[in-house]
Protein backbone atom coordinates (compact mmCIF):
# COMPACT_ATOMS: atom_id res chain seq x y z
CA UNK A 1 0.00 0.00 0.00
CA UNK A 2 1.04 3.79 -0.74
CA UNK A 3 2.67 5.12 2.84
CA UNK A 4 0.96 8.32 1.62
CA UNK A 5 -2.45 6.60 1.05
CA UNK A 6 -2.15 4.96 4.16
CA UNK A 7 -1.20 8.33 6.21
CA UNK A 8 -4.05 10.24 4.64
CA UNK A 9 -7.14 7.35 5.82
CA UNK A 10 -5.09 7.30 9.28
CA UNK A 11 -5.45 11.22 8.89
CA UNK A 12 -8.80 10.80 8.18
CA UNK A 13 -9.79 8.51 10.88
CA UNK A 14 -8.18 10.78 13.51
CA UNK A 15 -10.36 14.01 12.40
CA UNK A 16 -13.54 11.54 12.73
CA UNK A 17 -12.09 10.66 15.90
CA UNK A 18 -12.14 14.06 17.04
CA UNK A 19 -15.40 15.55 15.05
CA UNK A 20 -17.13 12.36 17.28
CA UNK A 21 -15.70 13.68 20.73
CA UNK A 22 -16.58 17.68 20.29
CA UNK A 23 -19.29 19.08 20.12
CA UNK A 24 -18.33 22.72 20.59
CA UNK A 25 -15.50 24.68 19.65
CA UNK A 26 -12.11 24.81 22.47
CA UNK A 27 -10.30 22.21 23.92
CA UNK A 28 -10.49 19.15 24.95
CA UNK A 29 -8.76 17.11 27.86
CA UNK A 30 -7.76 13.31 26.61
CA UNK A 31 -7.29 11.63 29.62
CA UNK A 32 -3.38 11.12 28.79
CA UNK A 33 -1.30 14.22 30.31
CA UNK A 34 -0.37 17.24 27.80
CA UNK A 35 -2.54 15.82 25.15
CA UNK A 36 -5.39 18.03 24.15
CA UNK A 37 -7.79 17.73 21.28
CA UNK A 38 -8.94 20.97 19.66
CA UNK A 39 -11.74 22.40 17.35
CA UNK A 40 -12.40 26.16 15.75
CA UNK A 41 -15.34 26.90 13.63
CA UNK A 42 -14.54 30.85 13.55
CA UNK A 43 -11.63 32.43 12.15
CA UNK A 44 -9.54 34.18 14.65
CA UNK A 45 -6.73 36.69 13.57
CA UNK A 46 -2.98 36.30 15.16
CA UNK A 47 -2.55 37.35 18.63
CA UNK A 48 0.19 36.68 20.87
CA UNK A 49 0.98 33.16 22.40
CA UNK A 50 3.47 31.49 24.15
CA UNK A 51 4.26 28.10 22.41
CA UNK A 52 5.34 25.92 24.87
CA UNK A 53 7.47 22.95 23.67
CA UNK A 54 5.12 20.87 21.79
CA UNK A 55 3.48 19.49 18.53
CA UNK A 56 0.59 20.78 16.78
CA UNK A 57 -1.14 18.20 14.18
CA UNK A 58 -3.72 19.07 12.18
CA UNK A 59 -6.20 16.90 11.42
CA UNK A 60 -8.57 19.29 8.97
CA UNK A 61 -8.19 23.15 8.42
CA UNK A 62 -5.29 25.41 9.10
CA UNK A 63 -3.27 27.28 11.81
CA UNK A 64 -0.91 30.63 11.12
CA UNK A 65 1.94 31.09 13.59
CA UNK A 66 3.95 34.07 13.15
CA UNK A 67 7.57 33.92 14.28
CA UNK A 68 9.51 37.23 14.57
CA UNK A 69 7.58 38.85 11.49
CA UNK A 70 7.82 35.50 9.48
CA UNK A 71 4.47 33.58 8.74
CA UNK A 72 3.57 30.23 8.62
CA UNK A 73 0.47 28.79 7.44
CA UNK A 74 -0.05 24.70 8.56
CA UNK A 75 -2.42 21.98 7.58
CA UNK A 76 -2.72 17.94 7.54
CA UNK A 77 0.51 18.23 5.36
CA UNK A 78 2.76 18.77 7.66
CA UNK A 79 2.54 18.99 11.75
CA UNK A 80 4.37 22.01 13.80
CA UNK A 81 7.22 21.22 16.26
CA UNK A 82 8.00 23.76 18.68
CA UNK A 83 11.19 22.19 21.15
CA UNK A 84 11.48 24.83 23.10
CA UNK A 85 9.71 27.87 24.71
CA UNK A 86 8.88 30.60 21.91
CA UNK A 87 6.77 33.62 21.97
CA UNK A 88 4.86 33.73 18.96
CA UNK A 89 2.05 34.91 17.53
CA UNK A 90 -1.22 32.50 16.44
CA UNK A 91 -4.23 32.22 14.85
CA UNK A 92 -6.88 30.36 12.74
CA UNK A 93 -7.31 32.17 10.03
CA UNK A 94 -9.76 30.16 7.55
CA UNK A 95 -11.48 28.23 10.10
CA UNK A 96 -15.71 28.64 9.69
CA UNK A 97 -18.23 26.02 10.02
CA UNK A 98 -17.90 24.83 6.70
CA UNK A 99 -14.20 24.43 7.52
CA UNK A 100 -13.71 23.40 10.57
CA UNK A 101 -10.21 22.98 12.58
CA UNK A 102 -9.82 19.56 13.97
CA UNK A 103 -6.31 19.14 15.52
CA UNK A 104 -3.89 17.62 18.43
CA UNK A 105 -1.85 19.43 21.39
CA UNK A 106 0.86 17.64 22.36
CA UNK A 107 3.04 19.05 25.01
CA UNK A 108 6.48 17.35 25.59
CA UNK A 109 7.88 16.18 28.93
CA UNK A 110 11.29 17.30 28.60
CA UNK A 111 12.81 14.65 30.61
CA UNK A 112 11.29 11.25 28.44
CA UNK A 113 11.86 13.13 25.45
CA UNK A 114 15.49 13.69 26.78
CA UNK A 115 15.07 10.20 27.80
CA UNK A 116 14.65 8.52 24.49
CA UNK A 117 16.96 11.09 22.80
CA UNK A 118 19.83 10.05 24.17
CA UNK A 119 18.83 6.05 24.40
CA UNK A 120 18.78 6.77 20.50
CA UNK A 121 22.05 8.67 20.83
CA UNK A 122 23.48 5.84 22.37
CA UNK A 123 21.76 3.40 20.28
CA UNK A 124 25.12 3.48 17.69
CA UNK A 125 23.98 4.61 14.84
CA UNK A 126 21.50 2.32 14.40
CA UNK A 127 17.97 4.10 14.12
CA UNK A 128 18.91 7.95 12.03
CA UNK A 129 16.78 10.58 11.40
CA UNK A 130 17.13 13.68 8.87
CA UNK A 131 19.22 16.15 9.35
CA UNK A 132 18.31 19.23 10.09
CA UNK A 133 21.08 21.47 9.10
CA UNK A 134 22.27 24.50 11.21
CA UNK A 135 19.20 24.67 13.69
CA UNK A 136 18.23 28.47 12.98
CA UNK A 137 14.63 28.85 14.29
CA UNK A 138 12.32 27.98 17.87
CA UNK A 139 9.67 25.99 14.95
CA UNK A 140 9.82 23.58 12.41
CA UNK A 141 7.86 21.33 10.01
CA UNK A 142 7.65 17.82 9.99
CA UNK A 143 5.44 15.63 7.42
CA UNK A 144 3.09 13.39 8.86
CA UNK A 145 5.11 9.86 7.81
CA UNK A 146 3.35 6.54 8.50
CA UNK A 147 5.22 6.03 12.16
CA UNK A 148 3.52 9.57 13.71
CA UNK A 149 0.11 9.05 11.90
CA UNK A 150 -0.24 5.71 13.34
CA UNK A 151 1.18 6.47 16.61
CA UNK A 152 -1.09 9.45 17.31
CA UNK A 153 -4.45 7.22 16.46
CA UNK A 154 -3.42 4.70 18.67
CA UNK A 155 -3.09 7.14 21.09
CA UNK A 156 -5.91 8.93 20.77
CA UNK A 157 -8.00 5.53 20.49
CA UNK A 158 -7.49 5.23 23.90
CA UNK A 159 -9.92 7.93 24.90
CA UNK A 160 -12.39 5.69 24.44
CA UNK A 161 -11.45 3.85 27.45
CA UNK A 162 -10.69 4.96 31.04
CA UNK A 163 -8.71 1.77 31.75
CA UNK A 164 -7.20 1.27 28.40
CA UNK A 165 -6.03 5.11 29.07
CA UNK A 166 -4.61 4.62 32.45
CA UNK A 167 -2.41 1.54 31.68
CA UNK A 168 -1.50 2.36 28.45
CA UNK A 169 -1.12 5.75 27.95
CA UNK A 170 2.21 6.37 28.66
CA UNK A 171 3.16 3.79 26.88
CA UNK A 172 1.62 5.17 23.64
CA UNK A 173 2.52 8.84 24.12
CA UNK A 174 6.03 7.01 24.31
CA UNK A 175 5.93 5.49 21.01
CA UNK A 176 4.51 8.70 19.52
CA UNK A 177 7.57 10.66 21.25
CA UNK A 178 9.64 8.02 19.56
CA UNK A 179 8.05 8.37 16.05
CA UNK A 180 8.33 12.21 16.63
CA UNK A 181 12.19 12.04 16.97
CA UNK A 182 12.87 9.60 14.18
CA UNK A 183 10.54 12.16 11.81
CA UNK A 184 11.16 14.68 9.79
CA UNK A 185 12.06 17.34 12.29
CA UNK A 186 13.57 14.82 14.66
CA UNK A 187 17.29 15.84 14.27
CA UNK A 188 16.10 19.41 15.32
CA UNK A 189 13.89 17.55 18.30
CA UNK A 190 17.51 15.54 19.27
CA UNK A 191 19.57 18.39 19.21
CA UNK A 192 17.41 20.46 21.22
CA UNK A 193 16.10 17.72 24.09
CA UNK A 194 19.51 15.50 23.95
CA UNK A 195 22.20 16.67 26.35
CA UNK A 196 24.18 19.42 26.41
CA UNK A 197 21.41 22.04 24.70
CA UNK A 198 22.51 24.71 26.73
CA UNK A 199 20.62 27.28 24.78
CA UNK A 200 17.66 24.81 25.49
CA UNK A 201 18.08 25.04 28.87
CA UNK A 202 18.02 28.73 28.98
CA UNK A 203 14.87 29.29 27.81
CA UNK A 204 13.69 26.88 29.45
CA UNK A 205 14.71 28.59 32.60
CA UNK A 206 13.74 32.20 31.35
CA UNK A 207 10.19 30.61 30.68
CA UNK A 208 9.47 29.00 34.14
CA UNK A 209 11.11 32.34 36.00
CA UNK A 210 9.52 35.26 33.59
CA UNK A 211 8.02 36.98 36.98
CA UNK A 212 11.85 37.66 38.39
CA UNK A 213 14.62 39.51 37.19
CA UNK A 214 16.55 37.94 33.94
CA UNK A 215 20.08 39.23 32.52
CA UNK A 216 21.84 38.07 29.58
CA UNK A 217 25.03 37.65 31.59
CA UNK A 218 23.69 35.28 33.99
CA UNK A 219 21.60 33.62 30.96
CA UNK A 220 25.19 33.29 29.57
CA UNK A 221 26.57 31.64 32.66
CA UNK A 222 23.91 29.34 32.39
CA UNK A 223 24.59 27.76 29.50
CA UNK A 224 28.40 28.09 29.96
CA UNK A 225 28.99 30.67 27.31
CA UNK A 226 30.53 34.29 26.91
CA UNK A 227 28.00 36.90 26.28
CA UNK A 228 28.77 37.24 22.61
CA UNK A 229 28.78 33.20 22.33
CA UNK A 230 25.85 33.08 23.82
CA UNK A 231 24.14 35.87 21.98
CA UNK A 232 24.97 34.79 18.52
CA UNK A 233 23.97 30.75 19.11
CA UNK A 234 20.96 31.96 21.03
CA UNK A 235 19.95 34.52 17.51
CA UNK A 236 20.71 31.23 15.62
CA UNK A 237 18.61 29.20 17.67
CA UNK A 238 15.40 31.30 18.30
CA UNK A 239 15.75 33.95 15.28
CA UNK A 240 15.59 36.79 18.28
CA UNK A 241 18.21 38.35 20.19
CA UNK A 242 18.17 37.05 24.00
CA UNK A 243 17.01 40.76 25.14
CA UNK A 244 14.20 40.81 22.61
CA UNK A 245 13.17 37.12 23.14
CA UNK A 246 12.93 37.80 26.81
CA UNK A 247 10.97 40.88 26.66
CA UNK A 248 8.45 39.12 23.80
CA UNK A 249 7.81 36.08 26.50
CA UNK A 250 7.11 38.32 29.03
CA UNK A 251 5.10 40.64 26.39
CA UNK A 252 3.03 37.94 25.21
CA UNK A 253 2.62 35.62 28.23
CA UNK A 254 0.84 39.13 29.69
CA UNK A 255 -1.29 39.54 27.21
CA UNK A 256 -2.37 36.01 27.10
CA UNK A 257 -3.07 36.65 30.97
CA UNK A 258 -5.13 39.95 30.30
CA UNK A 259 -7.34 38.36 27.37
CA UNK A 260 -7.89 35.67 30.15
CA UNK A 261 -9.72 38.38 32.19
CA UNK A 262 -6.60 39.41 34.38
CA UNK A 263 -6.12 42.78 35.48
CA UNK A 264 -3.49 44.41 33.58
CA UNK A 265 -1.52 45.46 36.65
CA UNK A 266 -1.66 42.13 38.03
CA UNK A 267 0.07 40.77 34.70
CA UNK A 268 1.95 43.05 34.53
CA UNK A 269 3.71 42.16 37.75
CA UNK A 270 3.39 38.37 37.05
CA UNK A 271 5.63 38.83 34.18
CA UNK A 272 8.30 40.82 35.83
CA UNK A 273 6.55 44.39 35.42
CA UNK A 274 7.67 46.52 38.89
CA UNK A 275 6.45 49.85 36.63
CA UNK A 276 3.09 49.83 35.20
CA UNK A 277 3.98 52.88 32.82
CA UNK A 278 6.80 50.97 31.50
CA UNK A 279 4.72 48.07 30.64
CA UNK A 280 1.56 49.99 28.87
CA UNK A 281 4.56 52.04 26.75
CA UNK A 282 6.37 48.53 25.81
CA UNK A 283 2.90 46.97 24.91
CA UNK A 284 1.65 49.54 22.89
CA UNK A 285 5.06 49.45 20.92
CA UNK A 286 4.76 45.90 20.10
CA UNK A 287 1.04 45.80 19.73
CA UNK A 288 0.04 49.53 19.01
CA UNK A 289 -2.40 49.30 21.84
CA UNK A 290 -2.98 49.91 25.34
CA UNK A 291 -3.32 47.09 27.55
CA UNK A 292 -6.75 47.89 28.19
CA UNK A 293 -7.60 48.96 24.41
CA UNK A 294 -6.02 45.79 23.54
CA UNK A 295 -8.06 43.46 25.20
CA UNK A 296 -11.33 44.71 24.79
CA UNK A 297 -10.71 43.96 20.89
CA UNK A 298 -9.04 40.45 21.59
CA UNK A 299 -10.95 37.07 20.50
CA UNK A 300 -7.96 34.46 21.55
CA UNK A 301 -7.85 31.28 20.01
CA UNK A 302 -9.23 28.49 22.66
CA UNK A 303 -5.59 27.76 25.02
CA UNK A 304 -4.25 30.81 23.23
CA UNK A 305 -2.54 28.19 20.48
Given at each position: MDLRYFGGMTQDRIRQ??????????????????????????????????YEPSVIAIASGAKEAVLDGARY??????????PMSMPVKAGTPTASPDTPLFGVYIALDPRLMAGLAIE???????????????????????????????????????????TDTAVLGEARLRELYYAILKGEAGGVA?????????????????????????????????AGMSRAVFHRKFKQVTTLPPIQFVKSMRLNSA???IAGGMPVSEA?????????????????RLYG?????????????????
Open positions: LIAGRMQEDGLMETGVAGVRLFRATKAVPCAPAVVYDNSRYLLCMETAGGAITAPDPGPVSQGIRFARWDAAFSEALLRLLQLGDSKRQAFGAGNAIARAIAHVSSNLDAPISIDDMASRAMKAMDVGYLSPSQFSREFKQSPRQWSDAQDLPAGGM
